[in-house]
C-alpha cells in the first residue's frame, strides 16, 4: 500500500466512524487531515481525487503572513447545519442548490488563483464561499461573526468562517502585513482568541515508540 493509499483509507475510515456515530458531515475535513499540504479535493461517488495546489515557496511564504485566524470563543455542532443543509438539498430548494455550485465552481477558481499568486482574487472568493454559505443556512453566521468582519473591514481581501461556521474559528486573508498588525489589535481588543497559523504539508504522522 502507498503512502496515498494509506491516507487515503485512514481517512474513509474517520468518516465511516462518524456515520456510525450519527454525525452528519462531509469527508473535507477528514482528507485534509491525512494528507496535509494544500489540495483541491473531488469528491465523487465512485471516489475521492486529490489535487495538489503547486504554489512556489515564496508566494506561500507570502500568503501564510497575510492569514490571521482567530477563534471566536463559541463552539457548536456542525452536524445541524448539515442536517438543516442537506435536508433542503432534498427538498430541491433552489438556492441551496445554486450556492452549492457556485461553491463547487469557485473551488477550481481558488486552486488557479493560489497557483498564480492572485491574493486579491483568493480573498474575493473566501468572502463569497461565505456569502454561499449563509444562503444554505441562516445559522452558518451570526452577530459575532458579522461584528468582527466589520471590525476588520477595509483590511481584508477577504475572509470565512471555518468549517461549517456559526462559530468556531474565522479566517481572515489580509492586504498586507501591516494591514495584518491592526487586524490582529482590533480582534485582540474585541476580545478573540488569535491562534498561530501555519501550513501544515506532513499531514497525519504516526510516531511508534520503541
Known sequence: MTTQEARQSIAEGAYQAEKILGI?????????AAFGGINLFEFRNDGVTV???RIPPEKLSELEKL??????????????IHENVWGRFGRGNREVIDALLTMRDSAY?????????????????LSLQFECSK????????ETIERLFD????????????????????????????????????LLEAKMTLLPFRFDFNGLTVKIEP
Open 24 to 32: 452528519i458531515g462531509g469527508k473535507q475535513d477528514q482528507y485534509a
Open 51 to 53: 489535487n495538489p495546489v
Open 67 to 80: 492569514f490571521v485566524l482567530c477563534y471566536t470563543g463559541a463552539s457548536r455542532l456542525s452536524s445541524r
Open 109 to 125: 477558481e481558488c486552486k488557479a488563483a493560489l497557483e498564480k499568486g492572485d491574493w486579491k482574487r483568493v480573498g474575493e472568493i
Open 135 to 142: 444562503r444554505l443556512d441562516a445559522s452558518t453566521s451570526n
Open 151 to 186: 471590525l476588520v473591514k477595509g483590511e481584508i481581501l477577504g475572509g470565512k468562517p471555518c468549517g461549517a461556521g456559526g462559530g468556531g474559528c474565522v479566517l481572515f486573508l489580509c492586504k498586507e502585513e501591516e494591514a495584518k498588525w491592526r487586524v490582529e489589535q482590533k
